[in-house]
């Protein structure tokens, strides 16, 4: 804050010895029109394809033990994101099908299923997250429907820093802000040389659960764009839990199935009864 203050009595006695308006005009221009830039940047070399298919292992890392998991992920782009989770004998045990405005999860091991809205992650995990966002980070590229035009931009050695403390989401049809909508404050590490993401953190303003901190590592080019084949995301504070993502057999733009169909045996369960189960869990 000192420094800050510094920095602005710096700025007053320069501009007052010369034409205060027109110099002030020409600094937020430039400054503006940089971070414009590198946001552009940033936005052409985002990952983009209309189908998306990959195989994936995964380890849930928590403070005692370590969870082994492989997968398969399908995503038709801006509608569907299709998840199969296997055991390590390759035994699927859970199945997951996300839409824009819906939420399936079929557990093999209880026989039962849960259907929700997208709200069922965010009080699942306890992050504020929705589709367009969740797409975003498993492709490793920006929220899209979010303001593009209260970023300020800071040099961090090897990258840039797109930071935020107000990003508002938008309408589709016209980028007005969406009345109510949640507020992010959202740091993106930009690589300097690809424009690629290599860390971002999502906090919900009035949110008191912690931040979302995503870190991107080893691209690769899949069919002339770079990907992360390494995704680490942590939601907790004490920087032992995390999920890490290390992906292969990459395609992209090939037509795909989403099969999803619940067993007549299988029994629907209320996300209140699962809330019941693991409180009960924990105070035994």
Known sequence: MQKLVIYILLLSIFFASCSRKKNVEVVEVAKQTEVDSVYKLMNSNEFDAEWFSAKFKGTYHRPDDNQMFNGQIRIRKDSLIWVSITAVMGIEVFRVQIMPDSLTFINRLEKTY???????LRKRVGVDVDFEMLESVILGNDFPYYQTDVFKLSNRGENYLLS?????????QNNDVVKGSRILMQNILIDKNT??????TVK???????KLRIYY?????VEGQLFPHKIIIKYKEDNKTFIEFNFSNIEINNKLRFPFKISK???QEKIEDRKKAQKNKKLN
């Open 204 to 210: 919900v303003v009035g949110d008191d659960r912690t």
């Open 114 to 120: 849960i259907t929700s809205s997208t709200d069922y």
């Open 217 to 221: 590592d080893n691209f690769e080019m």
């Open 164 to 172: 935020t403390f107000s990003r508002r989401k938008i309408k589709k």
């Open 265 to 267: 045996k299988y029994s």
């Open 195 to 200: 424009y690629k993401i290599n860390k971002q």
